[in-house]
């Protein structure tokens, strides 16, 4: 199992740095999420010199680590346990649902990981564990 996770990561790692297309990953170094259209199911990426790129997803992950960059959120989304203050990993976590890690106030928004509160590495797979359980719930009612 850890051979297997050290060459998954040497894949990414390679797939990150190299200029060969591959079918379903796309390298797309210093570009910000600036928009969404939960509508139209589209998210738009913009550059460092102000190129925007347009995807169609079926859902998004945004990946963002510790220290967030909330900004493509409407300013009324108001996700932290204080809700007057900017989310921030250490100081406001995002306001979560402790058994399904859905964002409280928000059906199909999850969140885990130090942005939820979770800042110990051991705590990601129980995280990732109820976000999962609770899809299926959901697409099997």
Known sequence: MQNS???DDLKVHQM???TTPYTLYSALPEYTLTDYSEENR??????KDGKDISYRVA???????????L?????NFKIGLNENMLVDSKTNPINIDKLRHSVKG?????A???IAGDNFVRFLPGGALAIVADLYRKSRI
């Open 71 to 75: 900004s493509f959120l409407p300013g």
């Open 59 to 69: 859902f998004m992950v945004v990946l963002i680590g510790s220290r967030p960059d």
């Open 106 to 110: 928000y059906k199909q928004l999850y």
């Open 42 to 47: 589209t998210v738009i990426l913009t550059s």
């Open 16 to 18: 990150m740095q190299s």
């Open 5 to 7: 996770r050290k060459k």
């Open 112 to 114: 885990m990981g130090p």
